[in-house]
DNA sequence: GGGCCGTACTG
DNA sequence: CAGTACG
DNA sequence: GCCC
C-alpha cells in the first residue's frame, strides 16, 4: 500500500500544507516508536539539518511526524493527546517520515503533500473512530488473578516434534523455586521418560522433593550466587545473569556438598570465572564482588527502582541519570507510566508474599464466583502454592472446561464478579 | 564473534 | 519497536 | 557469564 493511497481525509483541494520553519507555530515532534536506532538517528539529524523546531514533547506540536505504521488513532493513544472534536486546541498534523527521506534526497525540504500527511486536522468530518482513553480498571486489592485457559483437549496432543523444552530462571519471586511445569510436561507432551531425557537442554527434569533436599547442602552458594544473578538482571546485564542462573540451576541438582575447584569446573555451564567466584564462596565464605556491588550507590539504587512493578533495568538507569535516588524522588519528579504508578504505590505490597493459606482463602473464593458462573469448570490453583511453596508471591488459577469451551470468554465475567464482591482492589 | 526461552502486553 | 512481565 |  502507497503512501497515496492511504486514507487521508483531509480537504482534498489542499494541494500541499506551507509553512515557514522559522514559523514560531511550526513546531514538530518526532515519535521514534516503531522506528529502528539507525532510521531514528538519521530522521533527528534531518530535523536539525533542516531547521525544523523540534520539541520534546506532542503536547503543543504542530506537526507529529511518525512511521508510516502508525494511523491517527494509534498516534493519539501512544501520546495520549485529546481526540475529542469539540476543542479548541487545533489538532497537530499527523506526517510520514517519508517526507523526511524525500527531503534527504532532495536535499531540501520537499512540499508537504497530502500524500506524506496521514491525518490533518482541517476539515475532517467523518466521525473519529471512537478511541476513548481508559477503558478498565479500579478498585481493590493485590493477588494477580490471571486465570488462564490451556491444556484443553483441543491441545495438539499428536505432534512429535515439537517436545516441549521448559525451563525457568525466574531470579524475583521464589527463591527456592526451581522445577517448573513437570507434570505439564508429563502429561502432556513429553515425549520422553525421566530417565532418558536428552541431554543438556533440560533444566527442570527434576522433582520438587529431590531437589528440595539439595537446596540446603550449597545453600550458601546458591543464595550469593542468586543475589549477584538478581543484580546483573537489574543491571542490564541479563546475560550474565542468564549464565549465574544457569550456574544456579545446575548446583541445585547437586546432591553432594561441593567442596572442590576440580570438581566446580567440570560442571556443564560453569566456566572458569564461575568456578573461581564460586570456590571463593566455599574458601572464604564470603563473595567479595558481590558485597562491592551491594553497596555501590549506583546497585542499590538501580535495585530499588527495578523492584518497581513496570520498571527494568533500563528505565530504572535513566531514573538514576535524571538524579533521582529515593521513591520519593520518583514519585514527585519522575514520569512515571501507569504500571509503574501502581508498582510504586504498592511497592511493598508487590515484594510481599503472602502465606499458602490466604492463597487457599483466595482460591475458594474464586472458585464459588467461578462455578457460579459455569458449572463442571475445572479449575487448579498452580505456581508456586501448586509446589508446595510455604509461602507465595502471587496466586495462578488455571480454569477450563472438560469441553474445551465452556470456560471460554470467562475471565471478564468472573473478574466483574469478583470486583462486586469486594475481593477485586484493582484490575491491571 | 555471536547466541543464549518463549510469549504477550504497554506506550 | 523497545521495554517489561512472567512462567 | 558460558559455549560453539
Redesign the pocket.
Same mark, same amino acid.
Given at each position: 500500500m502507497s503512501a497515496s493511497s492511504t486514507k487521508n481525509d483531509f480537504d482534498e483541494n489542499i494541494a500541499s500544507i506551507d509553512f515557514i520553519p522559522s514559523d514560531p507555530n511550526a513546531t514538530f515532534y518526532f515519535l521514534p516508536?516503531?522506528?529502528?536506532?539507525d532510521r531514528r538517528t538519521i530522521f533527528t539529524n534531518a530535523i536539525q539539518q533542516f531547521h525544523l523546531q523540534l520539541l520534546t514533547s506532542p503536547k503543543n506540536a504542530r506537526f507529529i511526524i511518525v512511521d508510516e505504521q502508525f494511523d491517527a488513532p494509534k498516534v493519539y493513544s501512544?501520546l495520549?493527546l485529546d481526540a475529542s472534536e469539540n476543542d479548541e486546541k487545533p489538532k497537530p498534523i499527523i506526517i510520514q517520515t517519508k517526507w523526511l527521506s524525500d527531503s534527504l534526497k532532495e536535499k531540501h525540504l520537499v512540499p508537504l503533500t497530502k500524500d506524506y500527511i496521514i491525518r490533518a486536522p482541517l476539515i475532517r468530518k467523518k466521525a473519529m473512530p471512537s478511541f476513548s482513553q481508559e477503558p478498565v480498571i479500579e478498585e481493590k486489592t493485590r493477588f494477580?488473578n490471571k486465570p488462564k485457559r490451556r491444556l484443553s483437549d483441543d491441545q495438539p496432543q499428536g505432534g512429535s516434534a515439537t517436545q516441549v523444552?521448559q %525451563? %525457568?530462571?525466574?531470579s524475583d519471586?521464589d527463591d527456592d523455586d526451581y522445577d517448573?511445569?513437570e507434570d505439564y510436561n508429563d502429561t502432556v507432551k513429553n515425549p520422553y521418560k525421566h530417565g532418558e531425557l536428552p541431554k543438556g537442554n533440560w533444566m527442570c527434569s527434576m522433582s520438587s522433593q529431590t531437589a528440595k533436599k539439595n537446596t540446603e547442602v550449597n545453600k550458601d552458594i546458591i543464595e550469593k550466587l542468586q543475589a549477584m544473578a538478581d543484580l546483573y538482571s537489574k543491571t542490564n546485564d541479563k546475560? %550474565?545473569a542468564?549464565?549465574y542462573q544457569k550456574?544456579i540451576t545446575t548446583i541445585r541438582r547437586c546432591t553432594k556438598r561441593i567442596d572442590s575447584y576440580e570438581e566446580i569446573i567440570k560442571l $556443564?555451564?560453569?566456566?572458569?570465572?564461575? =568456578?573461581k567466584k564460586i570456590w571463593e564462596i566455599i574458601d572464604t565464605g564470603s563473595f567479595e564482588?558481590l558485597e562491592d556491588f551491594q553497596s555501590s550507590e549506583y546497585m542499590t539504587v538501580i535495585n530499588l527502582f527495578g523492584n518497581?512493578?513496570? !520498571?527494568? $533495568?533500563?528505565? =530504572?538507569k535513566q531514573w538514576y541519570d535524571q538524579g533521582f535516588r529515593t521513591l520519593d524522588d520518583l514519585r514527585t519528579k519522575a514520569k512515571l507510566?501507569?504500571?509503574q504508578q501502581i508498582?510504586l504505590k504498592y511497592y511493598d505490597e508487590f515484594l510481599e508474599r503472602m502465606p499458602r493459606d490466604e492463597v487457599a482463602e483466595i482460591e475458594a473464593v474464586v472458585k464459588e464466583h467461578a462455578l457460579a458462573l459455569v458449572p463442571d469448570l475445572t479449575i487448579q490453583t !498452580?505456581?508456586s502454592y501448586r509446589r508446595g511453596k510455604a509461602t507465595c508471591g502471587?496466586v495462578?488459577i488455571l480454569i477450563t472446561h472438560s469441553d474445551g469451551i465452556s470456560h471460554q470468554g470467562l475471565l471478564i465475567p468472573l473478574v466483574d464478579s469478583l470486583r462486586k464482591s469486594g475481593m477485586l482492589l484493582k484490575f491491571i
Amino acid at each position: 500500500m502507497s503512501a497515496s493511497s492511504t486514507k487521508n481525509d483531509f480537504d482534498e483541494n489542499i494541494a500541499s500544507i506551507d509553512f515557514i520553519p522559522s514559523d514560531p507555530n511550526a513546531t514538530f515532534y518526532f515519535l521514534p516508536n516503531g522506528i529502528g536506532k539507525d532510521r531514528r538517528t538519521i530522521f533527528t539529524n534531518a530535523i536539525q539539518q533542516f531547521h525544523l523546531q523540534l520539541l520534546t514533547s506532542p503536547k503543543n506540536a504542530r506537526f507529529i511526524i511518525v512511521d508510516e505504521q502508525f494511523d491517527a488513532p494509534k498516534v493519539y493513544s501512544v501520546l495520549k493527546l485529546d481526540a475529542s472534536e469539540n476543542d479548541e486546541k487545533p489538532k497537530p498534523i499527523i506526517i510520514q517520515t517519508k517526507w523526511l527521506s524525500d527531503s534527504l534526497k532532495e536535499k531540501h525540504l520537499v512540499p508537504l503533500t497530502k500524500d506524506y500527511i496521514i491525518r490533518a486536522p482541517l476539515i475532517r468530518k467523518k466521525a473519529m473512530p471512537s478511541f476513548s482513553q481508559e477503558p478498565v480498571i479500579e478498585e481493590k486489592t493485590r493477588f494477580q488473578n490471571k486465570p488462564k485457559r490451556r491444556l484443553s483437549d483441543d491441545q495438539p496432543q499428536g505432534g512429535s516434534a515439537t517436545q516441549v523444552k521448559q %525451563r %525457568r530462571y525466574s531470579s524475583d519471586d521464589d527463591d527456592d523455586d526451581y522445577d517448573i511445569m513437570e507434570d505439564y510436561n508429563d502429561t502432556v507432551k513429553n515425549p520422553y521418560k525421566h530417565g532418558e531425557l536428552p541431554k543438556g537442554n533440560w533444566m527442570c527434569s527434576m522433582s520438587s522433593q529431590t531437589a528440595k533436599k539439595n537446596t540446603e547442602v550449597n545453600k550458601d552458594i546458591i543464595e550469593k550466587l542468586q543475589a549477584m544473578a538478581d543484580l546483573y538482571s537489574k543491571t542490564n546485564d541479563k546475560w %550474565r545473569a542468564y549464565s549465574y542462573q544457569k550456574a544456579i540451576t545446575t548446583i541445585r541438582r547437586c546432591t553432594k556438598r561441593i567442596d572442590s575447584y576440580e570438581e566446580i569446573i567440570k560442571l $556443564p555451564g560453569i566456566g572458569e570465572s564461575l =568456578a573461581k567466584k564460586i570456590w571463593e564462596i566455599i574458601d572464604t565464605g564470603s563473595f567479595e564482588k558481590l558485597e562491592d556491588f551491594q553497596s555501590s550507590e549506583y546497585m542499590t539504587v538501580i535495585n530499588l527502582f527495578g523492584n518497581i512493578w513496570g !520498571c527494568g $533495568p533500563n528505565i =530504572a538507569k535513566q531514573w538514576y541519570d535524571q538524579g533521582f535516588r529515593t521513591l520519593d524522588d520518583l514519585r514527585t519528579k519522575a514520569k512515571l507510566s501507569h504500571n509503574q504508578q501502581i508498582g510504586l504505590k504498592y511497592y511493598d505490597e508487590f515484594l510481599e508474599r503472602m502465606p499458602r493459606d490466604e492463597v487457599a482463602e483466595i482460591e475458594a473464593v474464586v472458585k464459588e464466583h467461578a462455578l457460579a458462573l459455569v458449572p463442571d469448570l475445572t479449575i487448579q490453583t !498452580c505456581g508456586s502454592y501448586r509446589r508446595g511453596k510455604a509461602t507465595c508471591g502471587d496466586v495462578d488459577i488455571l480454569i477450563t472446561h472438560s469441553d474445551g469451551i465452556s470456560h471460554q470468554g470467562l475471565l471478564i465475567p468472573l473478574v466483574d464478579s469478583l470486583r462486586k464482591s469486594g475481593m477485586l482492589l484493582k484490575f491491571i
